[in-house]
Structures are given as C-alpha cells and as structure tokens.
C-alpha cells in the first residue's frame, strides 16, 4: 500500500511528463509535406496516416475499365450549377477536352462520347492521385484554371450530369451509376489526397506500431496520473 506522499510524488512525476510532452508535441519540429519545412506532431501523425491510406484509397483503373464499356454511346444533357461561376468553370472543362458546350447562366448544355468524358475525368484524376497537378494546370492553361479548379469543376460536372441522367429514369441507370461511380472512387480521391506521399503500410510497419502503442501508453499515462492525484488528495473510488 503506498504512502500519500509517494501517490503525490508518482503524480507529480507522471503528470509533469506528460505536459511536457504535451508541449513537444504542439511545437512545429516535425517535418511536413512541404520539403524543407516544419509542422507540430499531430498534423505529421495526421499526414502519416493519411499517406498510408491513399495506397488503399487508387481506384483508376477499375472505374476506367468501366468508362470504357460506354464508348461510342452518345449522350445530350442539360446540365444545372450551383451558380454561374461554377457554369463556366465547366464550359472551359468541357471545351479543354473538345466537348461542344452552350452556357446559359447557370445551365450548360453539352453533348458527345460518354465513354470518352468519363476518360477524360479519370485521367486527370490519375494525374492528381499521383500528384501530377503540373501536367493538369498545363492542359488548362489556355483556359486559366489550375489542377483543383479542374477537379473541382469535374465533381460538379459528373454531379450535375448524374442528376440530368437520373431524370431520364431507369433507362439511363448505368450511365447514372458510372458519373458517381467516378466521383466518390476517382475524383473525390486525387483530390483529397492531392500533395499527400504515399507511404505503403507493410514498409512503415515500426512507426504505425510505434504509434499506436504510443498513443495508449499516453492516455494510460494521464490516466494513472489523476488516478494517483487524487489518491494523494484522500479521494477513494469504492466498489
């Protein structure tokens, strides 16, 4: 049975430590995803994470098997925004990747190869998963529009040319599945993990291991330091 003033020492010691490290963590001497600077620990181990799923997170190349099973279909489509930017971000989207557009507020009405729009989507989304953003600004440079202007402008369009197919009924189900098919497992992807290194989980095994024991014995140690505060204190938990 322990004294009241070893519960206090043990405390004191357990406690102490744990906001110094507390402090280290929040001080920016981590690295980040910019090469040469610095970030606190929560948002490396944030990153961390975040590269070690985007290897589980790449599904290109299924979604362009299934675009190209609808190439040589045509489609017509009115296609509504949000509001008249997002409309022209769209005219000059489509026009880049040689699709006829008319814009008129916030509606745009275009036509063309459905199997090659979703193509042309899913290349760019490739280009970003692997954080090629260069090669995307570089296609619309012409049009004035970077790599997340683009995806973004993509998730608008297939959003946009989901709901026109939908209101065509069951007839359009397949094509209605593949714009959004597109948009949750390709677009959405690139561009959330856009500037994010991959890092495969078997080859940074040490540091997810250390992590997560880390992560425990932390919360076990701020527990076990109040535990013992207030034994010091005289406050006894009965059953």
Not at 50 to 72: C, H, I, M, W
Not at 90 to 108: K, P, S, W
């Amino acid at each position: 049975m322990l004294t009241t003033k070893q519960y206090r020492s043990r405390s004191i010691f357990l406690l102490s430590t744990f906001f110094v490290i507390l402090v280290l963590i929040f001080l920016p001497l981590y690295p980040d995803l910019k090469p040469g600077s610095k970030t606190d620990g929560l948002t490396y181990m944030d990153n961390f994470f975040n590269a070690l799923s985007k290897d589980s997170a790449y599904y290109v190349p299924e979604q362009l098997k299934r675009a190209k099973t609808f190439t040589g279909q045509t489609f017509e489509a009115d296609l509504q925004y949000k509001n008249a930017a997002q409309a022209q971000q769209a005219v000059r989207l489509l026009n880049t990747n040689g699709f006829a557009t008319t814009a008129e507020d916030v509606h745009v009405k275009t036509s063309g190869d459905f199997g090659k729009l979703l193509e042309a989507a899913l290349t760019d989304a490739d280009l970003m998963y692997h954080n090629d953003g260069q090669a995307i600004a570089a296609k619309y440079q012409m049009v004035d529009m970077d790599e997340k202007t683009a995806m973004f402008a993509w998730h608008n369009t297939l959003g946009a040319l989901g709901k026109s197919l939908e209101k065509e009924g069951s007839g359009k189900a397949q094509m209605y599945n593949a714009t959004q098919g597109i948009n949750t497992r390709a677009i959405e992807p690139a561009y959330n993990y856009y500037q994010v290194e991959l890092k495969p989980v078997r080859q940074n095994l040490p540091m997810l291991i250390f992590a997560l024991v880390f992560y425990v014995a932390y919360t076990c140690w701020y527990g076990f330091g109040i535990l013992y505060l207030f034994e010091a204190m005289g406050v006894k938990l009965d059953h």
